[in-house]
């Protein structure tokens, strides 16, 4: 584990291997974030970890390493509904990178614009309670309903409270985006209690959209992740248009075992293993959800 001298924990290889695998032209990182810089860009004063610095060259630096051309930046729950370091690094991207915020379920319409020109294409709402203090689910349906249009929620929640959640989700009045496939345990296999809980959700819905990442969070067993392969190859599948990938990067609170970025881009080919697959999880799915006016083109 690596501490900086205020304490502050590194989650990602300084080192990231290149990757064998070789995304598409115009593949897009769809789900990784920032953390401060904290000296621009505090921390929440709620926030429950506190990460090293990875700002926004950082995150550039490794979509170029990794050969990626673009990246979705998901709102860390470090830094509460204070979108502030998301939005500065889509401002440097030069339209290589959209957004998910965390809102207050207040926040204004006027709010909301302001968001969507900095970039945000969609709202986030975490049900990790080792992250998050309080996740009131009528104030959730309630901002949900207010957004601009074209875009979506992104649910964050693990596998055993998805039939508590069902009800909620099946309330949200715009498209949903599922981060890690609700974290089934891969142990079980395609065809696990948990695995045919999320296909029901999927099924329910035609505008749920997931995102099949984290082999480093999902399969304990670690590299090569073959429990994670072996669940999750056949839901994209069964699901082509409907899938999205991230690095995850800077990936939080996985101090104790970080992941290698090359070693997880190598994993696309065994979840994907044809050009037509690797080109709807990083090409046409994410650019419809976040760039829809260059989708296609």
């Given at each position: 584990m690596?501490?900086?001298?205020?304490?502050?924990?590194?989650?990602?290889?300084?080192?990231?291997?290149?990757?064998?695998?070789?995304p598409p032209p115009g593949a897009v990182d769809a789900h990784c974030h920032v953390f401060g810089p904290q000296a621009q860009f505090p921390f929440s004063a709620k926030a429950k970890y506190l990460p090293q610095d990875a700002g926004p060259d950082m995150l550039f630096a490794l979509r170029d390493r990794l050969g990626f051309a673009r990246n979705v930046i998901v709102q860390a729950s470090c830094?509460?509904?204070?979108?502030?370091?998301?939005?500065?690094a889509i401002a440097r991207?030069?339209?290589?990178?959209?957004g998910v915020a965390v809102v207050d379920p207040a926040i204004t319409e006027e709010?909301?614009?302001?968001?969507?020109?900095?970039g945000i294409r969609g709202i986030r709402f975490n049900f990790l309670k080792r992250l998050v203090d309080d996740a009131p689910k009528d104030k959730f349906l309630e901002v949900?309903?207010?957004?601009?249009?074209?875009?979506h929620v992104v649910v964050y929640f693990e596998a055993d409270i998805l039939a508590e959640l069902r009800p909620?989700?099946?309330?949200?009045?715009?498209?949903?985006?599922?981060?890690?496939m609700g974290r089934p345990d891969v142990a079980q296999g395609p065809h696990g209690a948990d695995m045919a809980a999320f296909r029901a959700l999927l099924d329910s819905r035609a505008d749920?959209?997931?995102?099949?990442?984290?082999?480093?969070?999902?399969?304990?067993?670690?590299?090569?992740?073959?429990?994670?392969?072996?669940?999750?190859?056949?839901?994209?599948?069964?699901?082509?248009?409907?899938?999205?990938?991230?690095?995850?990067?800077?990936?939080?609170?996985?101090?104790?075992a970080i992941p290698d970025d090359g070693?997880?881009?190598?994993?696309?080919?065994?979840?994907?293993?044809?050009?037509d697959l690797q080109r709807k999880l990083l090409i046409d799915n994410p650019m419809r959800l976040y760039w829809p006016e260059l989708a296609g083109s």
């Open positions: 690596s501490r900086d001298a205020e304490g502050r924990i590194r989650s990602w290889t300084e080192t990231p291997s290149r990757p064998h695998f070789a830094h509460g509904t204070d979108n502030a370091a998301t939005l500065d991207s030069g339209d290589r990178a959209r709010g909301l614009a302001q968001l969507h020109d900095g949900a309903a207010r957004l601009p249009a074209g875009w909620f989700l099946d309330a949200i009045p715009v498209p949903l985006v599922i981060d890690h749920i959209s997931f995102k099949a990442t984290c082999p480093d969070r999902l399969d304990p067993a670690g590299p090569s992740w073959d429990d994670f392969a072996a669940a999750v190859a056949p839901l994209v599948a069964d699901y082509p248009d409907r899938v999205l990938w991230g690095t995850d990067w800077p990936h939080p609170n996985m101090q104790d070693a997880l881009v190598d994993m696309i080919p065994r979840i994907a293993p044809t050009v």
